[in-house]
């Protein structure tokens, strides 16, 4: 990777493709620090305090802070990749967008138009209820019509910006403008993350047990981040044989290709699922003030991560069981609406491809669909290890960060896709090199 990134300085194009990236970047980090006009800065520091609940954290780290601060940058890129899931389910679902899609760019081009109003709707829902909801619990310094409509137009304005840079990313710079714009900004709390891990367990400790402490939190860093990238780069790839045929006098085809399969074939979505459903009637209750009490108030105990894998509450931790059981579910669900056996077999049988020792058609599809409930099923237990151990960590040993398994995943993901995508253009670029020659 640093001798990828060390060849592409050498090259002026790509250089100034990073040098845009990063004022980009530098520029989101700015707008993270303004606030919105009209609002208590200080409610959500304290509001926080108050709170046992984790489901704002979560959206905080995501947000890099910026939520937590009540800048202009609040809401962040989150209504985008919302709208862009809601999006690839309605491609599915509607005939017509899918029918979009395969136009080609034309078609892509349309999608993505819909998507950028779409987000601009959520963003304004999400700071209509911001705004509404917290405002007049102490949000707004004066809880009137004029201010609530600033707060609205300032977050959903910051919101639809975000989306324009990383498109901006994503065409004049290194590219996966979106991630990279969410994964910048959950970078910018891991530091502070770190720095109290080691204040907790190593600092002020006698020096075997810091030096200890120390090795044992490197480590556990580690092994997550070479898990996530085995899970990103593991494929499993069946053999395709395309029979000869005859096209006037030639005889063409035969050759031999694979259709890859990824372990981790739904990527971060099933934990992203599974951690919006869990905290959802958090949240609500949250918004709208409502203190469970009884039964209520022990299943949103449930529902809060802070209180899984605690030694002293057990009985919370069958939260756990049905997250782990949701980010199974979902990962089967999403890939079975992503990817479609029958649909590749057939094109497969079209094309005169088949896989050696399987006959084509339906039992191509139903090989297929064998193949991929186990990989999927690893891929699944895979991200339920490197979410789960980081709730372990907190529950048992008290180690609150705000990043997690989660954000993990995104930053390896992204950082190894945007390496990828810069390998692609020096070699694009010394193709142009050697034709012009």
Request: charged fraction near 15%; include cysteine; proline fraction near 3%.
């Amino acid at each position: 990777m640093f001798t990828t990134l060390k060849n592409a300085f050498k090259i002026k194009e790509i250089r100034n493709k990073i040098f845009f990236t990063f004022l980009m970047l530098v520029v989101i980090r700015l707008g993270a620090q303004l606030p919105v006009p009209g609002v208590d800065r200080t409610y959500f520091a304290r509001w926080f305090e108050q709170q046992t609940g984790d489901a704002f954290n979560f959206f905080d780290a995501f947000t890099g802070g910026s939520f937590i601060n009540m800048s202009i940058l609040a809401l962040n890129i989150t209504p985008y990749i919302t709208s862009s899931i809601i999006m690839q389910l309605m491609t599915i679902a509607i005939p017509k967008l899918e029918e979009m899609q395969r136009d080609g760019a034309d078609g892509r081009k349309k999608i993505a138009s819909i998507t950028r109003y779409v987000t601009v709707a959520l963003a304004l829902i999400e700071s209509s209820v911001m705004a509404i909801g917290f405002g007049r619990q102490g949000l707004l310094a004066t809880y009137n019509v004029m201010n609530i409509i600033t707060v609205i137009a300032a977050l959903t304005a910051g919101s639809a910006f975000l989306m324009w840079i990383g498109e901006r990313i994503t065409e004049n710079g290194v590219g996966n403008g979106i991630s990279i714009v969410l994964t910048i900004n959950i970078l910018s709390r891991i530091p502070q993350d770190i720095t109290q891990l080691f204040e907790q367990f190593v600092i002020g400790r006698s020096i075997a047990k810091g030096v200890v402490a120390a090795i044992i939190i490197i480590a556990i860093i580690v092994l997550m981040v070479v898990l996530v990238i085995i899970l990103n780069d593991g494929v499993r790839k069946i053999p395709v044989q395309y029979a000869k045929k005859m096209q006037g006098r030639k005889m063409v085809g035969g050759q031999t290709t694979n259709i890859p399969l990824k372990v981790n074939t739904s990527g971060v979505i099933p934990v992203i699922f599974a951690s919006s459903l869990m905290q959802l009637p958090v949240v609500v209750c949250s918004l709208f003030n409502i203190n469970g009490t009884g039964v209520w108030s022990e299943i949103l105990r449930g529902l809060n991560s802070n209180y899984w894998c605690n030694p002293e509450h057990l009985v919370y931790s069958i939260g756990l069981v049905v997250y782990v059981l949701l980010v199974v579910f979902f990962a089967y669900f999403y890939t079975s609406i992503t990817f479609n056996p029958m649909e590749i077999a057939d094109n497969m049988k079209r094309q005169g491809g088949f896989i050696p020792g399987i006959r084509p058609g339906k039992p191509t599809s139903d090989y297929l669909s064998k193949l991929l409930n186990y990989i999927v099923f690893i891929g699944a237990i895979g991200l339920t290890i490197v979410c789960v151990v980081p709730y372990f960590f907190n529950g048992v040993f008290g180690a609150s960060v705000s990043f997690g398994g989660t954000s993990l995943i995104i930053i390896v993901s992204v950082v190894l896709e945007t390496v990828k995508q810069i390998e692609s253009q020096m070699l694009v670029r010394n193709y142009k090199g050697f034709l012009n020659d």
